[in-house]
């Protein structure tokens, strides 16, 4: 594939001289944002109608913010790679499905606070594959788009300061992972699984939970609806930090009683409980 470079003079996306081949990116590019370049993306951000690319890197070192927050690079393609230290504002397009195959977020962010990403979709179709958030502050936006798998943080000695917010939507998150990191959670999830790091589970529930290490506050009230099944085999369940009734069909235990802790108070309904514990 022939790589594409951002080499700008303005900002300006559809500005064919701001590209190293002096044309927009197409299918058959690899678009590269070099941490040596000190204009982003800022206007015409939209891409190409009916276009797809093959891969976007933005790399670390570049600052400037991608696009703006109400008018995102809007896109399909199969490999997004952030790792600069700007905000990227980025909506998948809705030319494949999914819309961007996958997506890495391993940004370095030139202040703490700073968003590193924006995502979110043109519309239901503009679904995306795989995202893997490393590092950095993300917002995955309120709008109604499928996500395959979402894996937050990292295991270990490479465990990362990543930080996810999930907006409120009907949209649905097949597969979540959490490794380390925060994470707020606000969007159905069918299978979420817990290593480690700390998931506020606000508003929508998911079906099953795995949880192996980290912390896990469950606020989502009866009335969203109760967690199918449980499995509790590591880590803290916390059911105290809302005051709303909340409900759990069947808690599963797991492992050995001192790896995990059960917190909970008269608002919780849980009922069906199963001890599998080894004693210590």
């Known amino acids: 594939m022939a790589q594409n470079v951002w080499t700008p003079t303005t900002g300006v996306y559809t500005t ?28 015409a951000a939209d891409g190409e109608a009916g276009i797809d690319l093959n891969s976007i890197q933005i790399q670390r070192g570049h600052t400037p913010d991608i696009a703006t927050s109400g008018a995102p690079w809007t896109i399909s393609t199969i490999k997004l790679v952030h790792q600069g230290g700007g905000t990227l504002y980025f909506s998948a397009g809705s030319e494949t499905l999914p819309a961007v195959n996958e997506c890495v977020i ?24 795989d995202i893997a958030v490393v590092r950095g502050r993300v917002d995955i936006e309120a709008v109604t788009f499928t996500i395959a798998r979402l894996v937050v943080g990292a295991m270990g000695a490479q465990a990362s300061t990543a930080n996810v917010n999930v907006k409120s939507t009907n949209g ?6 959490v490794n380390s990191g ?5 969007r159905p999830v069918t299978t979420l699984i817990v290593n480690g790091g700390r998931v506020v589970i606000d508003d929508f529930k998911p ?5 192996y290490g980290g912390v896990v ?12 099944e449980y499995n509790l085999g590591g880590g803290t369940l916390d059911l105290t930090t809302s005051f709303e009734a909340k409900g759990i069909t069947t808690l599963n235990r797991w492992g050995r009683p001192e790896s995990q802790s059960l917190l909970e108070d008269q608002n919780v309904t849980i009922t069906n409980r199963n001890d599998y514990r080894i004693p210590g």
Do not use: C, R
């Open 16 to 43: 064919t001289a701001n590209w190293l081949l002096a044309a927009l990116p197409v299918i058959t590019n690899d678009v590269i944002i070099p941490a040596d370049t000190s204009i982003g993306i800022s206007s």
């Open 106 to 129: 391993d940004a370095t962010p030139t202040a703490a606070d700073k968003l590193s990403a924006s995502l979110t979709g043109t519309a239901a179709a503009a679904d995306w594959g």
């Open 172 to 177: 649905l998150i097949t597969l979540m992972i």
């Open 182 to 186: 925060e994470v707020l959670l606000n």
């Open 207 to 211: 079906v099953t939970v795995h949880q």
């Open 217 to 228: 506050e469950y606020k989502t009230p009866t009335t969203v609806g109760d967690i199918t």
